[in-house]
């Protein structure tokens, strides 16, 4: 009759989130019935951050590994805008290969470069206050990845683009681009736009990093099989 009971509140808690109620309430009514005992603001915040540790680690092993940013659609390294002509005129002329080579190229980059990226998201977690916590609590589902991006973008940034651009050389992207230019200029009559490599590659593993942690904090948020941890389960509600 308890878990019957319990379970009842939890699907109610759910249809009040789909009416867009706030995540702080909504998990203090998930936990007051089912673990009867009122939670105090400070150990919901510190559920917050373990859930966030969590994600970021999550998020930035799962791009890390091999074909991490590759074989994800979602957050895979495309050919730069700026030489998509660049690109069609290549592969008209049968380089196709070329052009393979230089999109794998800039993956494994942004794979190499991603692990470093774990410590500025757990110094960003130590550095939240209080206020902030509370905040994200009572956000939408991808609220602290919002955060994230505003406290962190620039300094990651900073701190990941010398990391890529090694990664770059380490994995040939340089060696990948030459090749594909020099094709390219072979071609009478085409001349080719300018690119900062380093820059693209950076912001677009940046960009994967944050879209990665986005939907681990929504899984956090949402899946009750997400919550691995004794705290996670006590605030945000158990399987």
């Known amino acids: 009759m308890r878990k019957i009971m ?4 939890f699907a109610l808690a759910m249809v009040a989130s789909s009416a867009k109620a706030g995540f702080w309430d909504q998990a203090k009514e998930i936990i007051a019935p089912a673990s009867q005992e009122s939670l105090d603001e400070s150990t919901i915040v510190s559920g917050l951050k373990e859930a966030l540790s969590q994600s970021a680690a999550n998020a930035v092993s799962s791009a890390a590994k091999l074909d ?8 895979k390294v495309l ?11 290549l592969k008209k002329f049968g ?16 794979e190499h470069a991603a692990p470093q990226a774990k410590s500025y998201f757990v110094d960003a977690i130590k550095e ?21 991006k505003a406290k962190m973008q620039d300094k990651l940034y900073a701190a990941f683009e ?6 770059m050389n380490e994995v040939g992207v340089t060696r990948a681009y030459k090749n594909m230019m020099d094709k390219y200029t072979t071609i009478p009559f085409e001349k080719a736009e ?8 950076t912001e677009k593993s940046l960009d994967g990093l944050f879209y990665m942690v986005g939907q681990e904090e929504k899984k956090v948020r949402t899946d009750p099989a997400a919550r691995t941890t004794d705290l996670l389960k006590k605030v945000f509600g158990g399987s």
Request: a negative charge; charged letters at 20%; hydrophobic letters at 40%.
């Open 6 to 9: 319990i379970l009842t509140l």
């Open 68 to 75: 991490g940013y590759f074989g994800n659609e979602a957050i």
């Open 79 to 89: 050919m730069p805008e700026k030489i998509r002509t660049v690109a069609d005129t």
């Open 95 to 110: 380089f196709q290969q070329q052009l393979d080579d230089f999109v794998l190229s800039m993956n494994r980059a942004a």
């Open 128 to 148: 939240m206050s209080f206020e902030d916590a509370h905040k994200i609590l009572k956000g939408n589902d991808t609220a602290a990845t919002d955060y994230f």
């Open 162 to 167: 010398p990391s890529v651009s090694s990664s």
């Open 194 to 201: 300018s690119l900062d490599l380093d820059h693209y590659v």
